[in-house]
DNA sequence: GTCCACATGTAACTGGTTACATGATTGG
DNA sequence: CCAATCATGTAACCAGTTACATGTGGAC
């Protein structure tokens, strides 16, 4: 039940249409909350239907043309309720670590390629992540507001130094292993 | 893909009934990949149907009665061809921070008391591992199996230490800001 | 004999993914 | 006027979740 709660900040933040909504998760909010353009639109219409949010104006609705939505009241509060209920976290699920797990027993053929990529990967969205947080987030004191988005940031952040430094640890352990230590 | 090839590996480790795969998968597997027993049954199903796994002996498998599976050849070489193939890393999906990020537009009312009760879930999760670890891992020498093994299981606490920190710190946040600093 | 735990399963639903369809607008 | 791009959508599928069903064997 993330998605509508995902799209909802969206919207109070600004007012958009699906394209741009899905434009903005390929950027800021999908870091942590991904999702497809057709997601997005059948969530449109569900929270149009429940009341939490409406189309702007511009009454000629046709497929081609845009269609904005912004938040009302009851919408804002169904988002508020969500925030402050308590949740479970869910369990992880990491497929590598899986198929370390697995290379234990069928052998590591092969997978220190694909380790090594995803190396370059995370470093990569790191490097992102810090250029947001220096463009974003300059040390000088800042609102409340910025000071919660700053927090999410870091947490991108200091997941992606973690998984360099894990498959960093990794690729080590396995040149390790090849030279019979 | 990853659930049947989680459940290869597991019956590689040694070969189980349903009930047992779903026993084990709430312990060492299902820490980062976790099954229902309906999601197993299920799938042990269609392993049997592709000739992957098969039933042990007694053949009597009525309901109620126990029924093993062990990994065939065509099995074992669909998890080595898994583990080698590259894959993209999933983007993260994470509650919290979404939350966090709809905390700065609808208030944080309410959010701290779950912000602390996941600070004490990591940490129990994390002492969780760090007993496995002094109970499995010695600092001694050991077989190429159990350092991954323990590569695994060190991702495992690295994630809960991540946590346990970064939870630490936005509640320290939160307290600042109440304090109108 | 009845109740409970063990063990295997079915069915319905929800959320996410992939593939495709359709109309409108713009640049050449 | 044609192709590319913008914009909104439908349909089918797949994986995971929740609720429930059914049979067996042992404890009392």
Redesign the pocket.
Known sequence: ???PHAILTALLEKPS????LTRRFDKSIGYFW??????I??E??KLEAEGYIRALPPEL????????YEVLPAGRAELARWTAAAQEPKPM?DTMLLRLRAAAVVGTEGIQADLRRHLDLHRGQLAEYEQIQARDFPPERSTPEDRLRHLVLRAGIDLETFWTQWLTHALAEFESMEKGD
Chains 1, 2 share one sequence.
């Open positions: 039940m993330s998605l249409s699906g394209l741009e991904s999702a497809t353009h057709q997601q639109y059948r449109l219409g609705h046709a497929r081609g043309q845009k269609k904005s699920r």
